[in-house]
T-cell receptor, first 112, second 112 residues
Framework: DGGITQSPKYLFRKEGQNVTLSCEQN?????MYWYRQDPGQGLRLIYY???????QKGDIAEGYSVSREKKESFPLTVTSAQKNPTAFYLCASRKTGVYEQYFGPGTRLTVT | SQQGEEDPQALSIQEGENATMNCSYKTSINNLQWYRQNSGRGLVHLILIRSNEREKHSGRLRVTLDTSKKSSSLLITASRAADTASYFC????????????FGEGTQLTVNP
């Protein structure tokens, strides 16, 4: 099956700990994106990458970091510097020349 | 910054009725897309309309775009209980590259 996988579905961490969210795609898409969604709200862009070994900050990059060492993978690290990390995190990808984005199922992160 | 704003925030209708959701945006766009999100899941792309198009259909979906008013509407005809979800508009602007900016969404409830 082709698609985007995010793991785990639910993640719990203590305040002060870094945590890495996984995003893998086998769609051969060049671009990948990370979004944050808070309850009852739309998506806000954290980071995106249009090609391997390159990525750009989105609108709310502070407290987050990413890497893009492989085309298939775009992990997101939520660092202890992120003030309000509890949220629903969505990963997406997009094929070059095609406008629509394909989304993974999301990871719900709870930090206490 | 909030590029897309949607109204209503919530809409409740009976099965068989039509549902209309509206989206307004601020800056010139290349295209506008509509996505659907079932509770706690990832987004699914529904339909895209380009800036030089005024209306587009896909099954029970009809999208209109008025670039002079910087607004779009999504009409779902003959709604079903399975249409219950959140619906988001997303815009790609002339300067945003492959980035999308999402509105805050309309929560649609279709009562059987």
């Amino acid at each position: 099956d082709g698609g985007i996988t995010q793991s785990p579905k639910y993640l719990f961490r203590k305040e002060g700990q870094n945590v890495t969210l996984s995003c893998e795609q086998n769609l051969n898409h060049d671009a990948m994106y990370w979004y944050r969604q808070d309850p009852g709200q739309g998506l806000r862009l954290i980071y995106y990458s249009q090609i391997v070994n390159d990525f750009q900050k989105g609108d709310i990059a502070e407290g987050y970091s990413v890497s893009r060492e492989k085309k298939e993978s775009f992990p997101l690290t939520v660092t202890s510097a992120q003030k309000n990390p509890t949220a629903f995190y969505l990963c997406a990808s997009r094929k070059t020349g095609v406008y629509e984005q394909y989304f993974g199922p999301g990871t719900r992160l709870t930090v206490t | 910054s909030q590029q897309g704003e949607e109204d209503p925030q919530a809409l409740s209708i009976q099965e068989g009725e039509n549902a209309t959701m509206n989206c307004s945006y601020k800056t010139s766009i290349n295209n506008l897309q509509w996505y659907r999100q079932n509770s706690g899941r990832g987004l699914v792309h529904l339909i895209l309309i380009r800036s030089n198009e005024r209306e587009k259909h896909s099954g029970r979906l009809r999208v209109t775009l008025d670039t002079s008013k910087k607004s779009s509407s999504l009409l779902i005809t003959a709604s079903r209980a399975a249409d219950t979800a959140s619906y988001f508009c997303a815009t790609e602007t002339k300067t945003s590259g492959s980035r999308l900016t999402f509105g805050e969404g309309t929560q649609l409830t279709v009562n059987p």
